[in-house]
């Protein structure tokens, strides 16, 4: 059988490349290779990165096309103009052959194409359903990122927090900086950031910018540290407390999957969420109340943890205990096995 992949980035390198179909073909010795849609495959796995207009016209022989997407784009109203803009940008900077003005039009084309659709939440399962029947909500795989496990819950001063991403997400703090700055009069804190040191804007290709500016807009003690794969769980589990704000208001961040929270519970990190449906879920699961829609929410629960140290075992091991359960390795690669045994 041949295999073609459309990656994130030829190199492999970007985070879905590292955590979805190169990592579950890995581990089932499956060999692929980088798809180029003038050559004929038996399975193609496209991702939003790629051409869509032409993968979406894929038809040689009986060739059957997996479209993996874990961003909810669907959400985002068709009046939205960066929306609009995404469809001319794909163009302009050579992801697309062939112009085009709805970048959503393009999603659906290429939805309605697939053989089956692979996301990342129960929750975009059921917007995509209508567009095609066969889709398969999997997480993203965790594992290389989680070396190293918390056992050891005494917080000193100041009290550390800790967050992981995308250097340009550092901007949804502003979603609880008066929550931030109100339990630090009385306790201080410090907020770890592991991510990038500089990012580009506009599919990381664009204007040059520097985290540490737009993380000191929401918080004045800030450490940064430049992401790796080998020390994120170093420098989390050194911390004592995980959070992952965002903005409820914007449809494609209030989509987001909960592959971060897991990847902190995985290293036994107790943490606090926004309330995404994804976040609520996945705590509800653990039988966990610590995500909030108001700022009143996230200084109270803020203020209760830092103080109680029993409070944050607690909360370390149940949603450790979940995460485990639901988002191991075996678990995930078997869905992804149900993909192509479907197929």
């Known amino acids: 059988m041949r295999i073609g992949y459309v990656p994130y980035d030829p190199s492999l390198t970007q985070p879905a490349d590292r955590r979805r179909f190169p990592f579950y073909a890995e581990q089932r010795d499956i060999d692929f290779e980088l798809a ?8 193609v796995v496209v991702t939003p990165r790629a051409d869509l207009g032409r993968w979406s016209g894929y038809r040689p022989g009986r060739a059957k096309l997996v479209f993996d997407i874990v961003d909810s784009y669907l959400a985002i109203p068709r009046t939205d103009l960066k929306a609009a803009l995404r469809g001319p940008a794909k163009f302009a900077t050579r992801e697309a052959r062939h112009p085009f003005f709805s970048y959503r039009r ?8 697939a053989d089956a659709v692979t996301c990342a939440t129960p929750e975009q399962a059921l917007e995509i359903e209508p567009l095609c029947r066969n889709v398969h909500p999997i997480l993203d ?6 070396r190293r496990v918390k056992d050891d819950y005494r917080a000193g001063s100041p009290f550390n927090l ?3 991403g995308l250097g340009e997400n550092a901007r949804w703090f502003g979603a609880i900086a008066a929550a931030l700055r109100e339990v630090d009069r009385r306790r201080p804190l410090a907020l770890h950031l592991i991510t990038a040191i500089e990012y580009r804007q506009l599919g990381q290709r664009f204007w040059r910018r520097r985290t540490a500016r737009i993380a000191a807009r929401h918080f004045h003690r800030v450490r940064l540290y430049q992401w790796s794969e080998e020390m994120v769980s170093v420098i989390a589990t050194a911390c ?20 971060k929270l897991v990847s902190f ?10 309330s995404t449906p994804a976040y609520a879920r996945a705590m509800r699961g653990a039988r966990l ?16 943890l830092i103080d109680d140290q029993r409070a944050r075992e607690q909360a370390a091991a149940a949603g450790r205990a979940y995460a485990e359960r ?16 479907g197929l």
Request: avoid cysteine; glycine fraction near 6%.
């Open 106 to 113: 393009a999603l659906e084309s290429m939805l309605e194409r």
């Open 289 to 304: 109340n610590l995500h909030f829609d108001s700022e009143a929410g996230w200084t109270e629960a803020l203020g209760r």
């Open 36 to 43: 180029d849609p003038s050559r004929d495959y038996d399975v």
């Open 326 to 341: 639901e988002y191991g390795d075996e678990r995930l690669l078997a869905a992804w096995d149900r993909v192509f045994d």
């Open 141 to 146: 795989f965790q594992s290389r990122l989680v």
């Open 265 to 274: 519970w995985r290293m036994g990190m107790p943490t606090l969420t926004s």
């Open 162 to 164: 800790v967050w992981e």
């Open 240 to 259: 004592d407390l995980a959070v992952i704000p965002l903005p409820l208001e914007r449809p494609l961040e209030r989509g987001k999957p909960e592959s």
